[in-house]
Nanobody, 125 residues
């Protein structure tokens, strides 16, 4: 079973930074757009950022634009989400996901077929 694995979550204070990583042991990621999402208790899963297979095209939700940066290293089969200036409202479980698309950068949960198990990010005030 294909599985993505996130790492890098934790407990931080407001204003701190974290970098999340996402890798896959059996799925080549280099020709797949990758996205990051988050889900807080009682809320729907929320799109955060997406990057094309080559890394040349990115997209961000307004809520994180300017604070979060998505990137990837296809040689390492790994994607990243750099999160700066974290706020208490950023507290959630963060998920990475991969699609069948390479150039298209979807923002819809339903267009992602591969997901990680999530990593908790907690930001204290």
């Amino acid at each position: 079973q294909v599985q993505l694995v996130e790492s890098g979550g934790g407990l931080v204070q407001a204003g701190d930074s974290l970098r999340l990583s996402c890798t896959a042991s059996t799925l080549p990621l280099k020709n797949r757009a990758m996205g990051w999402f988050r889900q807080a208790p009682g809320k729907e899963r929320e799109f955060l950022a997406v990057i094309s297979g080559s890394g040349g095209n990115t997209g961000y939700a307004d809520s994180v634009k300017g604070r979060f940066t998505i990137s990837r290293d296809n040689a390492k089969n790994t994607g990243y989400l750099q999160m700066n200036s974290l706020k208490p409202e950023d507290t959630a479980v963060y998920y990475c996901a991969a699609t069948i698309y390479s150039v298209h950068i979807p923002r819809s949960v339903g267009l992602y077929g591969y997901w990680g198990q999530g990593t908790q990010v907690t930001v204290s005030s």
